[in-house]
């Protein structure tokens, strides 16, 4: 099993091997169906870009999703799904005002309390608690793909966040009570997109109007706005809202704050830095979006998304958590095609089936080479 675009070759007769499901969870096509050029047309037609299939080049391998909607049992994915769909539906008026009237109508819409009253927000920190114990032990050699297509489906995104905001953290030795936490913040981390038009959110970042772009960015401080009765009991909640988008630079926004590349912190230092927390959301966030891609942007690879990530680090992302990241994840994952260089098969595709000896080694094996065009 391996996931590949719809438009490769090798989906041309692969049998799918996981159901594919579209935004709103609903399966579009069932694991067993055979692939067409009709049928994969179809899907994407409906927005779908990806699928885990298995054809002559993969057999035998297992490449599974870090967390399929989502590795949390059928109760966490209610509770999950309520909770989002309880704010959706708070927040949908406001979606249509200016920020600053939104900000203000945000203390008499009383999201928090809604989700607090419902039990939503207890039974959603049941959920993450349970992903937790899923994924903070997660195997990485296969590079923590996704299931989610490439459109404006703010749930799945979140859920994936989630999922690798806590493997990352995990790696970085925070607490089982702190993994809950950061989970919680990578599930809410997009709760201001909720308040940005659809349109907005549904247009290719690269063909925004200047208008439409600072709605988008202006999403981190509706979140913020949103969580702000959380900042006592879980202060990461509007903070990592509010700081994702922010670069070590000082070139993010929505407050151009900095960071220092690190991963321990000064306490005493008299600069505010970006959240350790939210610099570990953020690389999860830019990772998660790579690899399953976004409106106008289709899915990268897990070896590409991770190039383009170490890429970003320094200017962009904390280096020293990025550098935990790559190193966690090798550079070929399992699954990945590859072209291969030297020997008999020169120029045949072939897909990795084996690791090297560390995650920077060359993969050791792969299935069936082929000649490539």
């Known amino acids: ?29 069932r694991a067993g169906m055979r692939l067409t050029a009709r049928s994969a047309r179809a899907l994407r037609e409906l927005g779908v870009s990806v699928a885990f299939i298995e054809d002559a080049a993969c057999v035998g391998l297992e490449v599974r999703p870090l967390i399929d909607l989502s590795g949390v049992d059928e109760g966490g994915l209610r509770a999950l799904r309520d909770s989002c769909a309880i704010a959706r539906d708070a927040v949908d008026p406001l979606s249509r005002m200016p920020t600053t009237r939104a900000i203000e109508a945000l203390k008499e819409v009383r999201v928090i309390q809604k989700l607090d009253t419902s039990g939503a927000m207890e039974a959603l920190r049941g959920a993450v608690h349970s992903m937790v114990d899923r994924v903070r032990d997660a195997d990485p050699s296969t590079g923590f793909l996704t299931e989610r297509q490439p459109v404006d489906d703010l749930f799945g995104h979140s859920v994936g966040v989630a999922a690798l905001s806590i493997r990352l953290a995990n790696e970085l030795g925070f607490s089982h009570g702190d993994l809950v936490w950061t989970g919680m913040a990578g599930i809410f981390h997009d709760v201001g997109l909720l308040m940005v038009p659809e349109d907005v959110r549904r247009t290719p970042a690269a063909q925004r109007t200047p208008g439409q772009r600072r709605r988008y960015e202006d999403h981190t401080i509706l979140g913020e706005a949103l969580l702000k009765p959380l900042e006592k009991r879980a202060p990461a909640l509007p903070i990592v809202a509010a700081e994702h988008h922010e670069e070590q630079s000082g070139g993010g926004y929505p407050r151009g704050m900095t960071g220092g590349n690190r991963i321990l912190r000064n306490a005493n230092s008299p600069i505010a830095r970006i959240a350790l927390v939210s610099e570990i959301v953020a690389i999860a966030d830019r990772y ?47 699954g990945t095609e590859v072209i291969l260089h030297g020997g008999k098969h020169e120029g045949s595709r072939a897909v990795v089936v084996k690791q090297g000896r560390s995650v920077t080694a060359r993969p050791c094996g792969s299935t069936r080479p082929r000649r490539g065009p």
């Open 1 to 29: 099993m391996r996931r590949v675009t719809l438009d490769h070759p090798s989906a041309d007769g692969a049998v799918l091997v996981r159901d594919v499901r579209g935004p709103s969870g609903d399966i579009l096509a």
């Open 288 to 334: 998660e979006r790579l690899i399953s891609g976004a409106p106008g942007e289709a899915p990268l690879s897990a070896a590409a998304a991770r190039h383009v990530v170490a890429g970003e680090a320094g200017p962009k992302l904390n280096a020293e958590v990025v550098g935990r990241f790559v190193d966690l994840m090798p550079r070929y994952p399992v």
